[in-house]
């Protein structure tokens, strides 16, 4: 049963913006802090930023910070990641995931994990 669903990945030219969205059930959602995830072919899963259920955000990867940012919305029980200034360096597989705070602090194994959505940027 898919409980994170991620939408909004695609092909954009460098120095664009890209809009992810990620769904979930109200009860993953309303009790989790959420993030996203990167993973770049031959590369490790890298941890981009995540959000409390309070919407306190309380960490953003160096190599996004000014360019990504992340928010939810919890009448629609969705959490949202603007990147802009996109670059070449960002083409990844990103991965919206939930688990309680603590787990994103100790970078343990996460609870829930979407599909994940392909972002391809262009030089």
């Known amino acids: 049963q898919v409980q994170l669903v991620e939408s909004g990945g695609g092909l954009v030219v460098a120095g664009g913006s890209l809009r992810l969205s990620c769904a979930a059930s109200r009860s993953i959602f309303s009790s989790n802090t959420m993030g996203w995830y990167r993973q770049a072919p031959g590369k490790q899963r890298e941890l981009v930023t995540f959000i409390t259920s309070g919407g306190s955000t309380n960490y953003y990867a160096d190599s996004v910070k000014g360019r990504f940012s992340i928010s939810r919305d919890n009448a629609k029980n969705t959490v949202y990641l603007q990147m802009n200034s996109l670059k070449p360096e960002d083409t990844a597989v990103y991965y919206c995931?939930?688990?309680?705070?603590?787990?994103?602090?100790?970078?343990?194994?996460?609870?829930?994990w979407g599909q994940g959505t392909q972002v391809t940027v262009s030089s």
């Open positions: 995931a939930a688990a309680p705070h603590s787990k994103w602090l100790l970078a343990r194994q996460m609870d829930y």
